[in-house]
């Protein structure tokens, strides 16, 4: 039996399934699923993922369409890191922008030359603007210098592209990790010690 005589035997029903890129609406709903599933797996409380969070999953294409979106979650479930896999995407982002420039979702005919590239410098500021960020480990007077920006600038443009809320994350967890350190510390303190002589 030859290989071509197998394939028509075994392809009895094709399903055309678009890519994850082509059905975003589904992405919410998708993230939901795998942040339940794998909470339970790892026996954990599911964590509410930020709308920063969601956004960014959104705008990302996800080349590796399910599957990627799925190992994504795991990650994000294990981590419980917000900011972390926000930064993730944003990284993730880019280098597809990079790797695949010309690839990007065809311009609607309606949208004008000045509409394309206000889109295209928004993207190059957002990218700059946390890849600055991450270089500064989040300082924004630092990342505003390096920059080239007022800090007030950067700051109107970190909330322009939703990029304000990985301050409030980062604080918390430090927060979050002096407290358990603190606890630690006390406890320590509290257990007395025994010697054998």
């Not at 969070?53 to 419980?80: C, D, S, T």
């Not at 922008?97 to 000045?114: N, Y």
């Not at 410098?121 to 990218?127: P, Q, V």
Request: glycine share 4%; aromatic share 8%.
């Amino acid at each position: 039996m030859c290989i071509r005589d197998s394939y028509y035997r075994l392809n009895v029903l094709s399903i055309h399934i678009p890519p994850l890129r082509e059905r975003t609406a589904e992405i919410p709903l998708l993230f939901r699923h795998f942040l339940v599933k794998y909470s339970e797996k790892y026996q954990k409380a599911a964590p509410d993922p930020s709308k920063h969070l969601i956004e960014a999953a959104l705008r990302y294409p996800w080349p590796g369409n399910l599957r990627e979106l799925e190992n994504f979650v795991k990650r994000y479930v294990i981590l419980e890191d917000d900011e972390g896999s926000f930064r993730e995407l944003l990284e993730m982002t880019g280098q597809q922008q990079r790797l695949t420039p010309r690839e990007a979702s065809p311009v609607p005919k309606e949208m004008g030359l000045k509409a394309l590239v206000r889109g295209l410098k928004d993207e190059a500021e957002m990218e700059a603007i946390a890849d600055a960020l991450e270089k500064t480990n989040w300082c924004r007077k630092d990342a505003a210098k390096m920059l080239g920006i007022s800090y007030k600038a950067l700051l109107y443009k970190m909330r322009q592209f939703n990029l304000d809320s990985g301050r409030g994350a980062r604080s918390a967890a430090a927060k979050a990790a002096r407290e358990a350190a603190a606890k630690e510390a006390e406890a320590k303190e509290a257990t007395p010690v025994v010697r054998s002589s």
